[in-house]
């Protein structure tokens, strides 16, 4: 019987098209001094990732492509002047979140007892998930933030004890501000710093592995598998893989061609999962699955993609010779037309290799291999010649 064969098993790794970072968000502007009761007038920057042009207000409405064009330090100046001034960060026609800061001017608190600002690092921009972010302020000082874009003080924000932790969802936009507070001294100006949480892609590639169930025989080239009562199963894995890698997979039969998994397809957890497969019936089919991971805080990883064939059919062998009588040494080849078959020739009480003057005898019982040859001795060969597929 010849076991299955047919075309190589093809596994793709490719760049996933869905889901590899924010590609609609910017991250928002910083504002430096960040706000508050200053008792001298002030000079204010206005800082954003690179590229980025910045959009700001001093009248407290919320700004937009239309409104002043950032192009230097913004002065705030004058006893008794009370400002807010608003910025947002646009590129490539996408615009950042807003953020605001405002600003007392009272000549009468002087200038040389108010704290200087606490200082972020890193100072904003893109950031990872859990991004640590550490705040350095005048000695005997403390140091209050918050995460909100509210204004920080003693009495609204968190005391600072060692490094914040920026988290949240792919593309999501936060705004830390900070104080430094000591009694005797006046309250620093408010610092911010803006920064856009953006996920990398995942390392992880999935492997794709077909399993051969109850009864089944997978051909040598790991592809063609032939089954009767239990339909096949595959499982998913990687060396990378965690238990909190989550696989993200597609099936398709007979090349439906399904377009790339996304994580709104059907899901496993690893670090190896196996999912039994549905043929449509045990005829001849091929099935296509599609895989990718994602772990916490990345985005989808390559795509892996393999194609197998089930119950396929396989083509007859043909022997290099016909049956008959032969007056010279015959090499019989047999061969067969399906890439990767397995060709198994038996050899019957009624098949012999015979030369002249002996008796007929069997040269074997059986012989096996992508390609048999049978080689007769003697001036006279015998054989008779048949082949089935299966």
């Given at each position: 019987?010849?076991?299955?064969g047919?075309?190589?098993?093809?596994?793709?790794?490719?760049?996933?098209?869905?889901?590899?970072?924010?590609?609609?968000?910017?991250?928002p502007?910083?504002?430096?001094?960040?706000?508050g009761?200053?008792?001298?007038d002030q000079?204010?920057?206005?800082?954003?990732?690179?590229g980025?042009?910045?959009y700001y207000?001093?009248?407290?409405?919320?700004?937009?492509?239309?409104?002043t064009?950032?192009?230097?330090?913004?002065?705030?100046?004058?006893?008794?002047?009370?400002e807010?001034?608003?910025a947002?960060?646009?590129?490539?026609?996408i615009?950042?979140?807003?953020?605001?800061?405002?600003?007392?001017?009272?000549?009468?608190?002087?200038?040389t007892?108010?704290?200087a600002?606490?200082?972020?690092?890193p100072?904003?921009?893109?950031?990872?998930?859990?991004?640590?972010?550490?705040?350095?302020?005048?000695?005997?000082?403390?140091?209050?933030y918050t995460?909100?874009?509210?204004?920080p003080?003693?009495?609204n924000?968190t005391?600072?004890?060692?490094?914040?932790?920026v988290?949240?969802?792919?593309?999501a936009?936060?705004?830390?501000?900070?104080v430094?507070?000591q009694s005797?001294?006046?309250?620093s100006p408010?610092?911010?710093a803006?920064?856009?949480?953006t996920y990398?892609?995942?390392?992880?590639?999935?492997?794709?592995?077909?399993?051969?169930?109850?009864?089944?025989?997978?051909?040598?080239?790991?592809?063609?598998?032939?089954?009767s009562?239990?339909?096949?199963?595959?499982?998913?894995?990687?060396?990378?893989a965690t238990?909190?890698?989550?696989?993200?997979?597609?099936v398709?039969?007979?090349?439906q061609?399904?377009?790339?998994?996304t994580?709104?397809s059907s899901?496993?957890?690893?670090?190896?999962?196996?999912?039994a497969?549905s043929p449509?019936?045990?005829?001849?089919?091929t099935v296509?699955i599609?895989?990718?991971?994602?772990?916490?805080?990345?985005?989808?990883?390559?795509?892996?993609?393999?194609?197998?064939?089930?119950?396929?059919?396989?083509?007859?062998?043909?022997?290099?010779?016909?049956?008959?009588?032969y007056?010279?040494?015959?090499s019989?080849?047999?061969?067969?037309?399906?890439?990767?078959?397995?060709i198994?020739v038996s050899?019957?009480?009624?098949?012999?290799?015979?030369?002249?003057?002996?008796?007929?005898?069997?040269?074997?019982?059986?012989?096996?291999?992508?390609?048999?040859?049978?080689?007769?001795?003697?001036?006279?060969?015998?054989?008779?010649?048949s082949?089935?597929a299966?």
């Amino acid at each position: 019987m010849a076991a299955l064969g047919l075309e190589a098993l093809i596994v793709a790794a490719c760049t996933n098209p869905f889901l590899t970072g924010p590609k609609n968000s910017v991250a928002p502007p910083s504002i430096s001094p960040g706000g508050g009761v200053f008792g001298t007038d002030q000079s204010v920057s206005l800082s954003a990732v690179s590229g980025a042009a910045i959009y700001y207000t001093t009248d407290g409405s919320n700004p937009g492509s239309g409104s002043t064009l950032y192009a230097g330090p913004i002065p705030v100046a004058g006893n008794g002047t009370v400002e807010t001034i608003k910025a947002i960060a646009v590129k490539g026609g996408i615009s950042s979140a807003i953020v605001s800061a405002g600003f007392t001017i009272n000549y009468s608190i002087g200038g040389t007892s108010t704290l200087a600002s606490p200082t972020f690092s890193p100072a904003g921009g893109n950031a990872p998930n859990n991004q640590p972010v550490t705040l350095s302020y005048p000695a005997g000082a403390s140091a209050y933030y918050t995460t909100n874009g509210s204004l920080p003080s003693a009495s609204n924000g968190t005391l600072y004890s060692g490094p914040i932790t920026v988290s949240g969802a792919n593309g999501a936009s936060i705004t830390l501000r900070a104080v430094a507070v000591q009694s005797g001294y006046i309250s620093s100006p408010a610092v911010s710093a803006g920064f856009l949480i953006t996920y990398s892609a995942d390392s992880v590639v999935p492997t794709i592995a077909l399993n051969v169930p109850a009864g089944g025989v997978l051909n040598p080239d790991g592809v063609h598998l032939s089954w009767s009562s239990t339909a096949p199963s595959f499982t998913l894995s990687s060396s990378s893989a965690t238990g909190s890698t989550t696989y993200y997979y597609l099936v398709s039969y007979d090349n439906q061609s399904p377009a790339a998994p996304t994580t709104g397809s059907s899901q496993v957890l690893g670090p190896s999962a196996t999912i039994a497969l549905s043929p449509p019936d045990s005829g001849f089919h091929t099935v296509t699955i599609e895989a990718m991971a994602v772990d916490p805080s990345t985005t989808p990883g390559p795509v892996s993609k393999v194609t197998y064939s089930l119950n396929a059919p396989v083509a007859t062998p043909v022997a290099s010779e016909g049956s008959g009588r032969y007056a010279a040494n015959q090499s019989v080849l047999f061969s067969d037309a399906t890439s990767g078959a397995t060709i198994t020739v038996s050899l019957s009480t009624t098949t012999y290799l015979t030369a002249v003057g002996s008796s007929p005898s069997a040269v074997a019982s059986s012989l096996s291999g992508s390609s048999v040859t049978l080689t007769a001795s003697g001036p006279l060969a015998v054989y008779a010649a048949s082949a089935v597929a299966s």
